[in-house]
């Protein structure tokens, strides 16, 4: 039997002092590995914030703009009626307009017109500006050269009527331009 008060620690030729200093220095390798990655996670964490508010300011535009232009296709189709309407009105000679059995058609036709201009207005329509002023490539489409005594490139003349829907083109304004007389 041996006696366990009597055996001698076995040595296998490290100091003492040296276990104790690697303990120290393999927690501080395990923490510094472990803040990194905490270090890293936060990162990450921060981009897939962003990302998701990105996403969600992205999907908010799209909606807002759905339901701002979701009529631009019924608004480009309906100009046509729209350029029809006012056509009848200009093909009315002023002596139509004057004999009594016209005036209730002729009011008609310019009661809906202004129905019509009222409704484009509630939805953000407006009528291109372009007679007299320079021609504007984002809102007009030249279709002619008008030798006349304005400036080359002021519109003279406006042969189908531009509209916008609120800052969007719906149909450029097809004029005819000024150019300079020979």
Do not use: C, W
């Amino acid at each position: 039997m041996t006696n366990i008060e009597n055996e001698t620690p076995v040595d296998d030729g490290t100091p003492p002092e040296a276990e104790t200093a690697e303990a120290p220095a393999a927690e501080q390798d395990e923490t510094a590995k472990l803040a990194e990655q905490v270090a890293s996670l936060q990162q990450d964490l921060l981009y897939a914030r962003a990302e998701t508010q990105n996403v969600t300011r992205r999907k908010d535009k799209e909606i807002a703009d759905a339901h701002a232009y979701a009529a631009t296709k019924f608004a480009r189709d309906i100009l046509s009626v729209a350029d029809n309407l006012g056509r009848a009105l200009a093909a009315i000679g002023e002596d139509q307009r004057e004999d009594e059995k016209f005036k209730p058609f002729v009011a008609g036709l310019e009661a809906t017109e202004r129905e019509l201009m009222s409704v484009f207005e509630r939805h953000g329509i407006t009528r291109i500006a372009a007679i007299g002023l320079p021609l504007d490539p984002n809102q007009h489409q030249a279709m002619l050269e008008i030798p006349s005594d304005k400036e080359a490139g002021t519109i003279v003349q406006e042969m189908q009527a531009g509209y916008m829907m609120k800052d969007r083109l719906l149909r450029p304004a097809m004029v005819g331009v000024a150019k300079k007389a020979d």
